[in-house]
């Protein structure tokens, strides 16, 4: 019932059902490996330079395509589990100093360094229910390097938080922003901490240094970490 068309240079291994009904066809240059049940009523076509390894389930009914140099992951708990959207914050923070050594009268610019905590402002112990899982949301620790710019604590630039996504189902979702071990002008300071709403759109950039800063809560709003 089956035809077999292997162009040159090519490695294939095949094993079709009796039942396959169409051509299985593999282009140049190509390593396979491909297994077609009961019931694959179109053909299979997969371009050059392309290494696979398939197995098609018994119902299948359209055309498996894949083009030149493509190479595929698939995440089945994306299917399984609804995803839970990110963002992106910046920051950049500079003080002003007064004229030290360089050349001119005018006040100098330093990079602030400090460490920086984005707390998610729910209840303690208040539990995100989606399908599929329970999810808490965990304060972030982050960093602003000796050049000022904020990284993650390994030092990825910008910061990646959970997004106000309607999978949430929340109202609102507040971040605090706190400040700790902050340096500059050669001694310890203090940067007052705020709060923002986090966006209800994922894969998005807010820059810290433009969003409405809300105040923050009473220090008793959250549970001790000792």
């Given at each position: 019932?089956t035809?077999?068309?292997l162009d040159t240079t090519?490695a294939v291994?095949a094993?079709?059902s009796?039942d396959?009904?169409r051509?299985a066809?593999?282009?140049?240059?190509?390593?396979?490996?491909?297994?077609?049940?009961?019931?694959?009523?179109?053909?299979?076509?997969?371009?050059?330079?392309v290494?696979?390894?398939l197995s098609i389930g018994g119902?299948?009914?359209?055309?498996?395509?894949?083009?030149t140099?493509?190479?595929?992951a698939?995440?089945v708990?994306?299917?399984?589990?609804p995803?839970v959207?990110?963002?992106t914050?910046?920051?950049?923070?500079?003080?002003?100093?007064?004229?030290?050594?360089?050349?001119?009268?005018?006040p100098?610019?330093?990079?602030?360094s400090?460490?920086?905590?984005?707390?998610?402002?729910?209840?303690?112990?208040?539990?995100?229910?989606?399908?599929?899982?329970?999810?808490m949301?965990?304060?972030?620790?982050?960093?602003?390097?000796?050049?000022?710019?904020l990284?993650?604590?390994v030092?990825?630039?910008?910061?990646q938080l959970?997004?106000?996504?309607?999978v949430?189902e929340?109202?609102?979702?507040i971040y605090?922003?706190?400040?700790s071990?902050?340096i500059?002008?050669?001694?310890?300071?203090?940067?007052?901490?705020f709060?923002?709403i986090?966006p209800?759109t994922?894969?998005?950039?807010?820059?810290?240094?433009?969003v409405d800063k809300l105040?923050?809560?009473a220090?008793?709003?959250?549970?001790?970490s000792?």
């Open positions: 019932m035809a077999y068309n090519l291994t094993t079709t009796p396959g009904g051509t066809t593999l282009d140049n240059t190509l390593g396979v490996t491909a297994a077609v049940s009961t019931g694959l009523d179109r053909a299979i076509g997969l371009s050059t330079s290494g696979a390894n119902t299948t009914q359209a055309a498996l395509g894949m083009g140099n493509i190479p595929t698939v995440d708990s994306t299917a399984i589990y995803t959207g990110s963002f914050v910046i920051l950049d923070l500079t003080a002003i100093t007064s004229d030290y050594t360089d050349e001119g009268v005018s100098d610019r330093q990079p602030i400090c460490f920086v905590t984005f707390t998610p402002r729910l209840r303690p112990g208040q539990t995100i229910w989606v399908p599929g899982m329970g999810i949301l965990a304060p972030i620790k982050a960093r602003c390097d000796a050049d000022g710019i990284r993650t604590i030092g990825g630039t910008g910061v959970t997004a106000n996504t309607s949430l929340l109202d609102q979702l605090d922003v706190t400040f071990s902050v500059f002008n050669k001694q310890d300071q203090i940067i007052d901490g709060g923002f986090a209800t994922e894969n998005v950039t807010v820059d810290l240094s433009r105040p923050l809560p220090p008793s709003w959250y549970p001790s000792n």
